[in-house]
C-alpha cells in the first residue's frame, strides 16, 4: 500500500466503516475504494476533500508524508492571513501554467483552508462547482466588494 491507500484504510477502519459503506458514501465502486487502499490506484484530486470530510482528517494528511490529521494547528504568517479570507467572495488569478478555466474571471466563495490547499465555491455557466484547489496555484486574490 502507498501512504495515501494506508492512511485513507487506517482511517476508514478507525470510524468502523466497511468498503462498501466509504465507497457508497463516496458514490464510488467498492472496487475502486479498494484499489486506492491497495495503492494501484489514486482517486482523482477533486475526490479527496469529499474523503478526507468523511474521514474526520485534513486533505494535507492524506497527501503529505508528514501532516497532523486535523487542519486545527495554529495558523501563523501568511496562512493566519488566507483562514481570514474564508468566507469572503474574492476573484483569484492565477499563476499561467496553473490557470483554472473554470475559475477565470469569475467570482467565488472561499469556504475553507485546509494546509495548502484552498476549497471554493462559485456560481458559473455551467452551474455551481466547487472546487479544491492548491494555494500555490494561486497568483493574487482580490476582495470582491457584495453587490458587484
Given at each position: 500500500?502507498?501512504?495515501?491507500?494506508?492512511?485513507i484504510a487506517?482511517?476508514?477502519?478507525?470510524?468502523?466503516?466497511?468498503?462498501?459503506?466509504f465507497s457508497e458514501r463516496m458514490?464510488?465502486?467498492?472496487q475502486t475504494v479498494s484499489r486506492w487502499e491497495a495503492g494501484t490506484a489514486m482517486p482523482d484530486i477533486d475526490k479527496i476533500g469529499e474523503i478526507a470530510d468523511i474521514l474526520g482528517v485534513s486533505c494535507d494528511y492524506l497527501?503529505?508524508?508528514e501532516a497532523p490529521?486535523?487542519?486545527?494547528?495554529?495558523?501563523?504568517?501568511?496562512?493566519k492571513l488566507l483562514k481570514s479570507l474564508a468566507g469572503k467572495t474574492v476573484r483569484l488569478a492565477f499563476f499561467d501554467e496553473e490557470a483554472d478555466i473554470d475559475l477565470f474571471n469569475t467570482p467565488c466563495r472561499?469556504?475553507?483552508?485546509e494546509g495548502n490547499w484552498m476549497?471554493?465555491?462559485?456560481?458559473?455557466?455551467?452551474?455551481?462547482?466547487?472546487?479544491?484547489?492548491?494555494?500555490s496555484s494561486v497568483l493574487s486574490i482580490e476582495i470582491?466588494?457584495?453587490?458587484n
Open positions: 500500500m502507498n501512504k495515501l491507500g494506508t492512511k487506517e482511517k476508514r477502519k478507525s470510524r468502523g466503516m466497511t468498503q462498501i459503506e458514490h464510488v465502486t467498492r497527501l503529505k508524508d490529521e486535523s487542519g486545527e494547528e495554529q495558523a501563523k504568517g501568511v496562512g472561499i469556504t475553507d483552508f476549497r471554493v465555491t462559485a456560481d458559473t455557466k455551467k452551474g455551481r462547482i466547487e472546487k479544491l484547489i492548491p494555494v470582491v466588494k457584495e453587490g
